[in-house]
């Protein structure tokens, strides 16, 4: 795993050693990737003697929340106190949190994904990272901090959620690299697995099958179309926050080679969530929208009819399927 190290993981090195007080975030609505992220900095930063709080808009999913450290997240939508330094894991910009008040303070800028707004006193952007906990990891290793039980269970975590368990194209010899060492520092990856995918409750369950119950193949057969507002949730005894997850499961199914999700915010806003196979880059679609992500993973929010909405993507997503056709 030789690679040259970036000039700004040097520079995040000085201000993390010589600064004692720190924040981290991410953005709102925490995934695996941003809460693993976040926490295996706070393990690595304590072990150098910093004071770290991690603070949150959103909590963690509910499959997360046994994780080591989740519980100490504080949720609130300002920050309050005084830092030496605000770590921003995976935002394109800095209202991506919801955490009002960062721009205080000396800002660390950590992202993987395009479009990233450079508003940090330092940006590291790395779009060859799987997740950015593997720049995380790089951190920790050029920090000197040891590779503990917990900082290594939060990495993989973040790498197995965030690559859709080893399902995407960002995947790379240096994930595999990092994961083999996660396992050696004591990761079992059977039980975080059980932990993410098999602790479903009931509500849950049936929400699942609400949603896909109601799910549409659109146009050619190629795009699965899920949708969920508050009454569907409630009615099936689920909340929001338990439809982590299902947007993968469609892809399952050989012939579905994209999923878009509409997942109702209020009235007629829409938050759109939309998965790729392979080639197939759906991000272009997000940043039409003010959103964004990756190649195969990407989301904007929307506002309009439904059944207006669910054509149009339809039509956008025929697009993107047809373009990896050209000649490689």
């Not at 950015?132 to 039980?149: K, N, Q, T, W």
């Not at 595999?176 to 039980?191: H, M, T």
């Not at 050989?254 to 392979?278: L, P």
Request: net charge negative; hydrophobic share 40%.
């Amino acid at each position: 795993m030789m690679t040259t190290p970036a000039p700004e993981l040097g520079q995040i090195v000085e201000v993390v050693r010589a600064r004692p007080r720190f924040v981290i975030s991410s953005h709102a609505r925490p995934d695996g990737d941003s809460i693993g992220s976040q926490l295996a900095m706070a393990y690595a930063l304590r072990d150098l003697g910093k004071d770290v709080r991690v603070i949150n808009q959103d909590s963690a999913p509910p499959p997360i929340l046994s994780f080591p450290g989740v519980g100490g997240i504080e949720i609130a939508d300002r920050v309050e106190g005084s830092f030496d330094a605000a770590i921003i894991m995976e935002c394109g910009d800095l209202t991506r949190t919801g955490v009002a008040g960062l721009e205080r303070f000396f800002v660390i800028n950590i992202d993987h994904h395009p479009g990233n707004t450079a508003y940090g006193q330092i940006n590291w952007f790395d779009s060859s990272a799987a997740a950015c906990a593997e720049m995380v990891f790089d951190i920790v290793r050029a920090l000197g901090v040891p590779l503990s039980v917990e900082i290594a269970t939060h990495i993989y975590l973040a790498i197995l959620t965030d690559t859709g368990s080893f399902h995407y194209s960002s995947i790379s010899p240096r994930t595999f690299d990092i994961c083999r060492e996660a396992l050696e520092a004591g990761v079992d990856p059977v039980l975080v697995a059980r932990n993410v995918y098999d602790s479903n409750n009931m509500g849950r369950l049936k929400l699942f099958g609400a949603v896909l119950g109601a799910m549409r193949i659109g146009g050619s057969g190629r795009i699965a179309i899920v949708y969920l507002d508050h009454d569907m949730a409630r009615d099936a005894g689920g909340t929001y926050e338990d439809t982590e997850g299902l947007i993968n499961l469609p892809l399952t199914v050989k012939e579905i080679q994209t999923v878009v999700f509409f997942k109702q915010i209020q009235d007629n806003e829409y938050r759109v969530s939309m998965r790729s196979k392979g080639d197939i880059d759906i991000s272009a679609v997000a940043k039409e929208y003010g959103g964004g992500g990756h190649r195969n993973a990407a989301g904007c929010n929307v506002t309009g009819d439904i059944e207006l909405l669910r054509k149009l993507f339809i039509e956008k997503l025929e697009r993107a399927i047809e373009l990896p056709e050209s000649p490689a």
